[in-house]
């Protein structure tokens, strides 16, 4: 059983729609993640937050904005997609930065 | 360009014998390696760790061993079952905020294993 909690689990949306991914953890981790991650290629990293603080952008298009209400919650709004954006969405939490990250089970987005 | 690499796609071996994956890496800023298992449908699971310090950390049947001047690390399974068949991601970071890089892991292609009964 995962410790870090994704929902929803599958998202179907048409590239007008506006959703968020949504990542919950309760180990008191102070950094959280969002990956991700193509068929048959690793995770990539998106975004990193640090006590609640955005601390790293990937360089990720603005269609995808982050959000971090609290240290428990981690939120990923989505608008405006492409088709190539679908793809397999990973939360991941840690207590430090040189402490291992652990992850959610994803969202599986696909963009009709 | 590919600062993490596992060069071997897959690995077949026979259950009760030992399974070990290999990776590399080209940054030697890196200080903080782990190993993650993928099953399909399933996020990375956590395996072991290792830090730049040391050149060795064993976890039950789980062994990572730390080859800095060579910038290799690899994963040793003894004895394998067949319950270890997943893909395996070996992955690397800064520990701290160093260059502002502090946190994102590095992963490699993935190897995955297929244990046979």
């Known amino acids: 059983d995962t410790e870090v909690t994704q929902t929803p689990k599958h998202l179907v949306m048409g590239m007008t729609n506006k959703k968020s991914l949504k990542c919950e953890q309760h180990m008191g981790h102070r950094a959280m993640y969002w990956y991700k991650q193509k068929a048959k290629k690793p995770p990539e990293l998106m975004f990193v937050?640090?006590?609640?603080?955005?601390?790293i952008n990937e360089s990720v298009p603005s269609r995808f904005s982050p959000e971090c209400p609290n240290s428990s919650l981690l939120n990923l709004h989505l608008h405006a997609l492409q088709p190539e954006d679908s793809a397999l969405y990973l939360c991941a939490s840690s207590q430090d930065y040189n402490q291992p990250q652990h992850f959610g089970d994803g969202t599986r987005l696909s963009i009709l | 360009d590919q600062q993490v690499k596992q060069n071997s796609p897959s690995l077949s071996v026979q259950e009760g014998r030992i399974s070990i994956l290999n990776c590399d890496y080209t940054n030697s800023m890196f200080d903080y390696f782990l190993w993650y298992k993928k099953y399909p449908a399933e996020g990375p699971t956590f395996l072991i760790s290792?830090?730049?310090?040391?050149d060795k950390n064993e976890d039950g049947r789980f062994t990572v061993f730390l080859n800095k001047s060579a910038k290799h690390l690899s994963l040793h399974i003894v004895p394998s079952q067949p319950g270890d068949s997943a893909v395996y991601f070996c992955a690397a970071s800064h520990g701290t905020m160093i260059y502002n890089q502090g946190g994102k892991l590095i992963f490699g292609q993935g190897t995955e294993l297929s244990v046979k009964p």
């Open positions: 937050y640090s006590y609640e603080k955005l601390s």
């Open positions: 290792i830090s730049s310090i040391k």
